[in-house]
Nanobody, 126 residues
Framework: QVQLVESGGGLVQAGGSLRLSCAASERTLRYYAMGWFRQAPGKEREFVATISWSGGSTDYADSVKGRFTISRDDAKNAGYLQMNSLKSEDTAVYYC???????????????????WGQGTQVTVSS
């Protein structure tokens, strides 16, 4: 069992930056792909970014490409989402996920992830 805890959310003005962290307890993330998803009020959860277990492969939703960067630090057993040039439409609860059910490097599909955090709120004011 892997417990994930997100942190780093908050209120920021449009154009600002935030760095979300996803820490794992009790078990290493070293061999797990990781992903970030978000859910805005009244909307379905959507893919944001994913990174392979090695860190060698990443993928992003079109809406965040060039603004967000996913990374991982296995020595700290954590993953990160650096969010720059934030827009009001980025407002959502952000979730990190780890571990893929299928044998693949990365995934943009939330149902393919095994472990989930509780989420952290990001609010971007315009």
């Amino acid at each position: 069992q892997v417990q994930l805890v997100e942190s780093g959310g908050g209120l920021v003005q449009a154009g600002g930056s935030l760095r979300l962290s996803c820490a794992a307890s009790e078990r290493t993330l070293r061999y797990y792909a990781m992903g970030w998803f978000r859910q805005a009020p009244g909307k379905e959860r959507e893919f944001v970014a994913t990174i392979s277990w090695s860190g060698g492969s990443t993928d992003y939703a079109d809406s965040v490409k060039g603004r967000f960067t996913i990374s991982r630090d296995d020595a700290k057993n954590a993953g990160y989402l650096q969010m720059n040039s934030l827009k009001s439409e980025d407002t959502a609860v952000y979730y990190c996920a780890a571990g893929l059910k299928a044998r693949r490097d990365t995934s943009s599909r939330d149902y393919e992830y095994v472990y989930w955090g509780q989420g952290t709120q990001v609010t971007v004011s315009s």
